[in-house]
């Protein structure tokens, strides 16, 4: 099986349980534990710049929905087509929204150094390894120089040949040091990082401020 099936593999396996979710609706009554202010979220995602803004991964919207008032642009990117209407729906009459339909490795279509940031909240801790490492790359491609990107990933060194629903919260294999190797490969650099309890687990969950040089 070449690179390129195997991850395709990854991105079938990861996302087959989000297709029709109550995560979605659930989730919106802890949306408060990243935009309050004195969170980790919080802190880190104030030092982004708005310009052009990417949301990988943004469900129902209801992350960037805390944003439109002061942001430039948002791209908003989801891998189903499902969640892109809703947010076509929650969102209308907000004109500097762009949705758009994921690929699970990329942010292709959209054009080199055409964006001051990109984030992702609680999507990524789901991503196996190699779907991270692609993110990034093209991170690396999309974001002009001196942009940030703020990434929330699993830290669970969770057995590689284990399916990630099996473990706490259906994290992922993922350390914060993997994810800043990975991060250097992809020729960006670490501003900061922070290691987070998430629900009754400390420790699980990491998350990322990175720049393009």
């Not at 209407?85 to 929204?97: M, S």
């Not at 984030?119 to 942009?147: K, Q, T, W």
């Not at 990975?182 to 969950?205: C, S, T």
Request: charged share 25%.
């Amino acid at each position: 099986m070449g690179i390129g099936s195997e991850l395709d593999r990854q991105i079938e396996v990861v996302s087959e349980a989000w297709a029709e979710s109550v995560y979605y609706d659930n989730a919106e009554q802890w949306t408060h534990l990243f935009w309050d202010d004195g969170t980790d979220f919080r802190a880190l995602f104030d030092r982004l710049d708005l310009t052009n803004v990417i949301e990988l991964a943004c469900g129902h919207g209801r992350h960037s929905e805390q944003i439109t008032g002061r942001a430039g642009h948002i791209v908003m990117i989801d891998i189903f087509e499902q969640n892109l209407e809703f947010c076509r729906v929650r969102l209308a009459g907000h004109d500097n929204i762009e949705l758009m339909k994921g690929d699970g490795q990329s942010f292709q279509p959209l054009p080199d150094r055409s964006a001051s940031s990109i984030f992702c909240y609680d999507a990524m801790v789901h991503f196996s390894p190699d779907m991270v490492s692609a993110y990034l790359r093209d991170a690396a491609r999309v974001m002009e120089a001196g942009g940030k990107a703020l990434f929330h990933h699993s830290n669970y060194p969770a057995p590689i040949d284990r399916h990630y629903g099996n473990n706490p919260c259906a994290r992922n294999h993922m350390t914060v040091e993997l994810f800043a190797n990975l991060a250097k490969e992809a020729g960006l650099d670490v501003i900061e990082q922070r290691v987070m309890r998430w629900g009754n687990h400390p420790d699980l969950d990491g998350l990322s401020l990175l720049t393009k040089p």
